[in-house]
């Protein structure tokens, strides 16, 4: 039972470069987010899933896009990289209001 | 909206000093209250939560209340140690009652 899974761990970007985030989750969770950590900023919600088909917005969408085909996967896409967006990532599951989190991805823009 | 609001840190204490970090939130509804910690370099882990008022959650010697009428959840240890260094997080149910509305997060660093 893995949990839930992210890569990459590291990711270099330039400026108006695309990519994907991945995230996988094993315990059939409903329910999936991805969040961003900035320093002295806590974590803020970027997008979440209330399952396979199903996707909407939180705190900090823009210059995001999510989705969700599968119960297991919600990968999350950069579309146009931004130095804003250096952060770390943590893509988490829920199930009974409790979240997992994956270890995260630490992304710089440059 | 909701949100949260926790003391900043850093805090610094002696290893078996006793350790308080306020947290108080505003909400609609009822929502259920989490702290979370995380240690250098990793992910978020689940500490403790509660789900009513009067709740107590406690796990590894860490205590936190549901406090309705304050509206806070600080969170408590009576003994720290270093190994209790990281970063915690307080955090309710926001969105759908599910993804977490979080506080910005109060470093701990626990001296021998």
């Known amino acids: 039972n893995a949990g839930v899974t992210q890569t990459p761990k590291f990711q270099v970007l330039k400026t108006g470069q695309s990519m994907t985030l991945q995230c996988a989750q094993d315990m059939n969770h409903e329910y999936m987010s991805w969040y961003r950590q900035d320093p002295g900023m806590g974590l803020r919600l970027i997008h979440y899933?209330?399952?396979?088909?199903?996707?909407d917005q939180g705190e900090v969408p823009n210059g995001y896009n999510v989705s969700r085909s599968t119960t297991e996967d919600f990968p999350l896409r950069l579309l146009s990289a931004a130095p804003s967006q250096t952060s770390v990532y943590f893509c988490?599951?829920?199930?009974?209001?409790?979240?997992?989190f994956g270890p995260g991805t630490r992304l710089t823009v440059l | 909206g909701n949100s949260v609001t926790q003391m900043e840190g850093p805090v610094t204490l002696s290893e078996e000093a006793f350790l308080t970090i306020n947290c108080t939130y505003t909400?609609?509804?009822?929502?259920?209250l989490f702290w979370y910690v995380q240690y250098p370099g990793e992910g978020l882990q689940l500490l403790l939560k509660?789900?009513?008022?009067?709740d107590k959650g406690s796990n590894k010697g860490f205590e936190a209340t549901y406090r309705k009428e304050t509206t806070s959840f600080h969170l408590e240890k009576g003994s720290v140690q270093v190994s209790d260094s990281a970063v915690y997080f307080c955090a309710l149910s926001g969105y759908s009652g599910y993804a977490l509305n979080f506080g910005k997060g109060t470093s701990l660093l626990v001296t021998p």
């Open positions: 899933s209330v399952g396979a088909g199903i996707t």
């Open positions: 909400a609609t509804g009822y929502p259920s």
């Open positions: 509660a789900t009513k008022a009067d």
């Open positions: 988490a599951s829920s199930w009974a209001h409790e979240q997992f």
